[in-house]
T-cell receptor, first 111, second 112 residues
Framework: SQTIHQWPATLVQPVGSPLSLECTVE??????LYWYRQAAGRGLQLLFY??????ISSEVPQNLSASRPQDRQFILSSKKLLLSDSGFYLC??????????FGAGTRLSVL | LAKTTQPISMDSYEGQEVNITCSHN???????ITWYQQFPSQGPRFIIQ???TKVTNEVASLFIPADRKSSTLSLPRVSLSDTAVYYC?????????????FGTGTKLQVIP
């Protein structure tokens, strides 16, 4: 069966520090991969999606970036975090039927 | 990209059947309707997907009228653990990248 791993679960970072969140998927190949951010009490905002290795599309201009160095690995990064980057970050993968399966999420607090 | 509209919130007593309706007036021919459930501090979880008429699984039923401009998620005999946010999404079921939008969903509060 397929599983998705996302870490860390919580993260507290100072403003201006770098960020690296990692997501890996097991049990499937060539999945579509997504990064979302959710502010408190709000819906999910799609940040990046990827349909293959090295193929990244950005939905929202910001100081975040994403990379897909391997088929089942998706990384969200920032060189310098802003206060506004705080939120709940979710990684997801989709199968051929486009049903998305989500990781447990990372709660990021930028102070 | 079909836009969806659903109530912001609903309250229900334990043991009752809950129906959450989603409007998607500009749904395309190839679009499927998918519902997700999200608990606080967790990622959304797939509940059910359908194209037309009725779909039922162990968790819920999905009713889609002939014109497909709306859909209704039905949760039988809800319990307190069904308190969550429910999202309705519309998009193709054909692989590749399909942009879908998670709106604010419907916040269901189950009351004892």
């Amino acid at each position: 069966s397929q599983t998705i791993h996302q870490w860390p679960a919580t993260l507290v970072q100072p403003v201006g520090s770098p960020l690296s969140l990692e997501c890996t998927v097991e049990g499937t190949s060539n999945p579509n991969l997504y990064w979302y951010r959710q502010a408190a009490g709000r819906g999910l905002q799609l940040l990046f999606y990827s349909v293959g290795i090295g193929q990244i599309s950005s939905e929202v201009p910001q100081n975040l970036s994403a990379s897909r160095p391997q088929d089942r690995q998706f990384i969200l990064s920032s060189k310098k975090l802003l206060l506004s980057d705080s939120g709940f970050y979710l990684c997801a993968w989709a199968n051929w039927g486009n049903i998305q399966y989500f990781g447990a999420g990372t709660r990021l607090s930028v102070l | 990209l079909a836009k969806t509209t659903q109530p912001i919130s609903m309250d229900s007593y334990e043991g009752q059947e809950v129906n959450i309706t989603c409007s998607h007036n500009n749904i395309a021919t190839n679009d499927y309707i998918t519902w997700y459930q999200q608990f606080p501090s967790q990622g959304p979880r797939f509940i059910i997907q359908g194209y037309k008429t009725k779909v039922t699984n162990e968790v819920a039923s999905l009713f889609i009228p002939a014109d497909r401009k709306s859909s209704t998620l039905s949760l039988p005999r809800v319990s307190l653990s069904d308190t969550a946010v429910y999202y309705c999404l519309v998009g193709e079921n054909s692989g590749g990248y399909q942009k879908v939008t998670f709106g604010t969903g419907t916040k269901l509060q189950v009351i004892p």
